[in-house]
């Protein structure tokens, strides 16, 4: 099993819908990245998350780290056609020597 | 079994030389890439091989060359390295429904 445990693997929505995916793990993340690619392009970076409890957004698209520091969450609000894609989770491991990544989540988004 | 493995872990080296970083994964994956993590953390693909066929090659110096000898490798070769090239380069695979990433080979180049 991955260290980083992404999900769900694949959502499908309908357009205007929210949506949330989470990037879980079982041990304390140094930082926690959040990435999207769009079909057949390169990774995009979206956002990074350090502190506990801390929330960032961007657009309609809000990520949270816990106080732990072991879980994220992505949530999309009304959901467009254009945040199809994959969304994928990076973390820094305690020290920040090793860096992560969970499996993706790919997210359609129906007109 | 590690699953995409790159080699090595960690390479300090002078610049000009010209060095390898090797990428295998035992996944049975059709694609493979490479990515360059910079210190921001900005991840940038570099190239992407689908069966051993170039089909991502995004703008790189053409100082980087992947080799494709197999489904199962994808090495990157670097020629007369510079002080930029330093960064966490990751090695990762896909069979289309996730990614799978190695574990990063950190390049510094003094």
């Known amino acids: 099993s991955q260290e980083l445990e992404q999900s769900p693997q694949s959502l499908i929505v309908q357009e205007g819908k929210n949506l949330t995916i989470n990037c879980t793990s079982s041990?304390?993340?140094?930082?926690l990245y959040w990435y999207k690619q769009k079909y057949g392009e390169g990774l995009i970076f979206l956002m990074m998350?350090?502190?506990?409890?801390e929330e960032k957004s961007h657009e309609k698209i809000t990520a949270k780290l816990d106080e732990k520091k072991q879980q994220s969450s992505l949530h999309i609000t009304a959901s467009q056609p254009s945040h199809a894609g994959i969304y994928l989770c990076?973390?820094?491991?305690?020290?920040?020597?090793?860096?992560?990544f969970g499996a993706g989540t790919r997210l359609f988004v129906k007109a | 079994d590690t699953a995409v493995s790159q080699t090595p872990k960690y390479l300090v080296t002078q610049m000009g030389n010209d060095k390898s970083i090797k990428c295998e994964q035992n996944?049975?994956?059709?694609?493979m890439y490479w990515y360059k993590q910079d210190s921001k953390k900005f991840l940038k693909i570099m190239f992407s091989?689908?069966?051993?066929?170039?089909?991502i090659n995004e703008t790189v110096p053409n100082r980087f060359s992947p080799k494709s000898p197999d489904k199962a490798h994808l090495n990157l070769h670097i020629n007369s390295l510079e002080l930029g090239d330093s960064a966490v380069y990751f090695c990762?695979?896909?069979?289309?429904?996730?990614?799978?990433f190695g574990s990063g080979t950190r390049l510094t180049v003094v």
């Open positions: 990076g973390a820094d491991m305690t020290g920040g020597f090793k860096t992560i």
């Open positions: 998350l350090q502190k506990g409890g």
């Open positions: 091989y689908n069966n051993k066929e170039l089909i």
């Open positions: 990762a695979s896909s069979r289309g429904d996730g990614y799978t």
């Open positions: 041990k304390t993340l140094y930082g």
């Open positions: 996944l049975g994956h059709d694609t």
